[in-house]
C-alpha cells in the first residue's frame, strides 16, 4: 500500500511539474497578448538592418528588421513599440525586461546562447573590410593591414573576427556604425569591418569610401532574433513567422525596400 502511494504522489508531482514547465513556456507570450503590445530592442545605426529615416518630415525608424519585426507583431495581433539603444546594451536590456525581444542583426553566438535564447536564423551576410576610397589599392590583403587602425562595432560578431584575424592591427571599437564611418573619413582609422548590405549602403552615400579587395574567413553564422530564456512559445511564434516570410521570399524583398530607402 505505501508502494502505491509513494508511486501516485511521484505521479502527481511529475504531472504537476510538467504543467508548472508548461505555464513558464507560455508565461512571456501571455503577457505580450494580455498587454497588447511587443517591445522591440533594437540599435538603428546599421542600414538596411534598421535605421533612421525622415519620412514625410517624421523621424522613423525603418529597415528590413523593422519589417520583420512588425509581421511578429501583427501576427501576434499586438502593437510593436521600438525601443532605440546601443547594440551592446541589447542583452541586458532583455534580461532585465526592459524589451521583449531583439531583431538587430545579431548573430547567435555560443557566448549569447548562454544569457538568450535564439530564433531561427533568417539572414546571412558577408562580412567586408570598408576603407578610403584613396587608399583602396594600399589594403588589399589582411596582411596589409598589419599596424592598421581598424574600426569595429562594439560587442559585435565584427570585433570577434577582428581580435582574431588582425592580431597585429590597432582594433578601434566603436558604439555607432555612423560613429565608424565618420572616424573613417576623418583618417581616425584606416579601414572598418561592416557586413556586406550595411558596408554598401554607407559606401553608396559616400563617394570617398570603397569596399575593399580584402577577403575575411565566411564565419557568419547569420542574424537571428533573441529572446529571454525560457521563453518558448513566444519563440515558436517568431519561428513560425519567419518561416512563412522566407517560404514567400518576403525577406529578400524587404531588404531591396530597405536599401531603397538608404539615402
Known amino acids: 500500500m505505501k508502494k502505491i ?28 497578448k494580455k498587454a497588447g503590445k511587443i517591445v522591440l530592442g533594437t540599435s ?3 542600414p538596411p538592418y534598421e535605421f533612421h529615416k525622415v519620412i514625410n518630415g517624421k523621424d522613423e525608424i525603418v529597415g528590413f528588421d523593422i519589417d ?29 525586461g526592459k524589451i521583449d525581444f531583439i531583431v538587430s542583426g545579431m548573430t547567435p553566438t555560443e557566448e549569447r546562447k548562454k544569457s538568450v535564447d535564439f530564433s531561427d536564423v533568417y539572414y546571412y551576410a558577408v562580412q567586408t573590410v570598408v576603407v578610403r576610397t584613396e587608399d583602396k589599392e594600399k589594403y588589399k590583403t589582411l596582411e596589409d593591414l598589419k599596424g592598421a587602425r581598424v574600426g569595429v562595432q562594439k560587442g559585435s560578431i565584427q570585433e570577434g573576427l577582428a581580435q582574431k584575424y588582425m592580431a597585429n592591427s590597432e582594433i578601434k571599437a566603436l ?23 550595411v558596408a554598401q549602403a554607407n559606401v553608396n552615400k559616400n ?7 580584402i577577403k575575411l574567413p565566411n564565419e557568419d553564422a547569420g542574424s537571428a532574433i533573441a529572446v529571454r530564456k525560457n521563453s518558448g512559445a513566444l519563440l515558436d511564434e517568431i519561428n513560425k513567422t519567419l518561416k512563412k516570410l522566407m517560404d514567400e521570399k518576403k525577406i529578400d524583398e524587404f531588404v531591396i525596400k530597405a536599401n531603397e530607402l538608404v539615402d
Request: glycine share 6%; with cysteine.
Open 207 to 213: 563617394t570617398d569610401l570603397a569596399i575593399s579587395e
Open 68 to 96: 520583420i519585426a512588425k509581421k511578429i507583431a501583427e501576427d501576434l495581433g499586438v502593437e510593436l513599440e521600438i525601443k532605440d539603444m546601443k547594440f551592446e546594451g541589447l542583452l541586458a536590456a532583455l534580461q532585465a
Open 44 to 46: 538603428a545605426d546599421y
Open 5 to 32: 502511494m509513494s508511486i501516485l504522489i511521484c505521479l502527481i508531482l511529475m504531472i504537476s511539474t510538467v504543467g508548472c514547465g508548461k505555464n513558464a513556456k507560455e508565461d512571456e507570450l501571455s503577457k505580450i
Open 175 to 197: 558604439g555607432k556604425i555612423s560613429d565608424i564611418i565618420l572616424s573613417l573619413k576623418d583618417k581616425k582609422i584606416d579601414a572598418a569591418i561592416i557586413e556586406q548590405p
